[in-house]
Structures are given as structure tokens and as C-alpha cells.
Nanobody, 127 residues
Framework: VQLQASGGGLVQAGGSLRLSCVASGRTFSSYNMGWFRQAPGKEREFVAAIKWSGGRTYYADSVKGRFTISRDNAKNTVYLQMNSLNPEDTAVYYC?????????????????????WGQGTLVTVSS
């Protein structure tokens, strides 16, 4: 699976962006998908995840209520809608994929759970 993330850019605080991650291959619907981010000088951190079935989503506390992860299996795409952005959201955002029938929440939040990663897209939020 190859992942291509896009949609990053420069936005003012309080604004919105929607990130997209397109996957190659015909088995996208069987992959659990995650979004992670890495700010300058910081460790990579979990942002959001959605199970392969699409029914369950998970969020980091820092983005809960502001970000929404969704997927469109017909388009092999996972999205991250980001609202009410603030400068602390500035980071490179990465999408990731893992085929697993029933991952638990701890796995979905762990970067090393995922087998495939996109190249990252930069989000910069100005104050």
C-alpha cells in the first residue's frame, strides 16, 4: 500500500483545513487508518484513527471536538477535517495504514502498529 497525503497549508488561528490521504491498491477497505503529527523538535504523536469497518473512531484529547476523521472506501481515501485550528496544531501530518481485523485502542494510537506511512503534509497555523 502506498499512501499520499495532501491538503496541508498555512491557515490563521480559528480556521479550518481538510487533509486527504489516498491509498493505492484494491484492499483499502480492509485497512485501519491513522493520522499522526510531528511538530518541530517534538516526538510524533497520535491524532486520530478509524477502524477498517469505519464504525469506530478515536481521537487524541488535544483534538477531540475539533478534528474529525472519516473515510471513503470507494475513493480509497481517508480524511481529517480540522476545525478551530490553533498554533499548537502546527506540524507535519502523516497518514498511516495497518491491516488488522480487530485492533484495540492502544494499538491504534501507537505509531509502531502501522505498516505503511504517507510522506506527510505540513500544516502551519499562524496566530
Amino acid at each position: 500500500v502506498q499512501l499520499q497525503a495532501s491538503g496541508g497549508g498555512l491557515v490563521q488561528a480559528g480556521g479550518s483545513l481538510r487533509l486527504s490521504c489516498v491509498a493505492s491498491g484494491r484492499t483499502f477497505s480492509s485497512y485501519n487508518m491513522g493520522w499522526f503529527r510531528q511538530a518541530p523538535g517534538k516526538e510524533r504523536e497520535f491524532v486520530a484513527a478509524i477502524k477498517w469497518s469505519g464504525g469506530r473512531t478515536y481521537y487524541a484529547d488535544s483534538v477531540k471536538g475539533r478534528f474529525t476523521i472519516s473515510r471513503d472506501n470507494a475513493k480509497n481515501t481517508v480524511y481529517l477535517q480540522m476545525n478551530s485550528l490553533n498554533p499548537e496544531d502546527t506540524a507535519v501530518y502523516y497518514c498511516a495504514a495497518k491491516a488488522h481485523l480487530n485492533p484495540n485502542i492502544y494499538s491504534l494510537k501507537a505509531g509502531d502498529f502501522y505498516d505503511y506511512w504517507g510522506q506527510g503534509t505540513l500544516v502551519t497555523v499562524s496566530s
